[in-house]
């Protein structure tokens, strides 16, 4: 009888063992696969740097933006960021600029930086932020620039027009970030000069060259051509006596180059500390 009761006590706590075990590899699965969710999360908010909240642009349009955001991005190591909201954030545009960006991951891990331009359509306002090493690509005078080109856009409601001229300028500020000398103060983009744009000059100066040559012409009706120069003489009225040239001095003027000194003058980029203690550059603004 004492046999049976050890042999049943024996089987009990190899079923109690048994149940922990089982309770335990479900408890570590139940984690693992949470994590694996959460992550998945991540990268899927990560993934999509269109984050069109006030619907203003149509679904082909957000793609094509999409598509040339992601390339930039592929290319250059930085998240170039779009984000729009329908109504009033509860603090600036700024700062919900800057909680995208600390949600959503972007300037960490896979890529060293980051910039978004974002719209809120509830104040009519938008704003730039910048992290990581977006801050020194994007420098104050380079966000006032690009923010001069997609600004009238903005005010005339052609939003697609507004991000396209976004998407486009990130793409050159971050390629010439790469060369070390990023757009600042007296190194701005040039605007490209096209085939089109030296047919237009070269008819606009045809024109006024007509222009004024047909006024010209006007004005000297009473005068006629003349075939010799000396119809323009009077008669007998020249009588030269004595030739003779005469060496008299020569002056020789030298007048010292000034150097232009000023390389630069101030320049660079702005940062402040936002909420959890990211750095950040950026500027804002209304439309």
């Not at 006590?9 to 984690?31: E, I, P, T």
Request: charged share 20%.
């Amino acid at each position: 009888m004492r046999e049976h009761t050890r042999s049943s006590h024996a089987a009990f706590c190899g079923y109690r063992s048994f149940f922990a075990v089982l309770v335990l590899f479900m408890v570590m699965s139940g984690l693992f696969l949470g994590r694996t969710a959460a992550a998945s999360e991540t990268l899927s908010l990560k993934s999509t740097p269109v984050l069109d909240g006030a619907d203003l642009l149509t679904p082909d349009e957000e793609e094509a933006l999409e598509k040339k955001l992601t390339e930039i991005r592929d290319e250059y190591g930085t998240d170039v960021v779009a984000a729009t909201s329908s109504c009033s954030a509860s603090g600036s545009a700024g700062e919900e600029a800057e909680r995208i960006l600390v949600e959503n991951g972007f300037g960490t891990s896979d890529t060293d930086g980051a910039v978004i331009l974002y719209i809120d359509m509830g104040s009519r306002s938008w704003s730039i932020r910048t992290r990581g090493s977006a801050i020194s690509a994007f420098t104050d005078a380079g966000q006032e620039y690009i923010a001069g080109q997609f600004r009238p856009y903005l005010s005339s409601g052609e939003y697609n027009k507004a991000f396209t001229a976004y998407g486009d300028l990130s793409g050159r500020f971050l390629k010439q970030a790469a060369t070390g000398k990023p757009y600042d103060i007296g190194n701005m983009p040039k605007k490209q000069f096209t085939f089109l744009h030296l047919l237009i000059a070269l008819a606009t100066g045809a024109a006024i060259a007509l222009v004024i040559v047909l006024i010209m012409k006007s004005n000297l009706k009473s005068v006629h051509f003349q075939a010799g120069a000396a119809d323009y003489m009077q008669k007998n009225s020249f009588h030269l006596t004595r030739k003779e040239d005469l060496f008299l001095y020569d002056t020789v003027t030298r007048v010292k180059r000034v150097q232009n000194e000023n390389r630069g003058g101030g320049g660079g980029s702005s940062t402040h500390m936002g909420s959890g203690g990211h750095t950040f550059g950026g500027s804002d603004g209304h439309f």
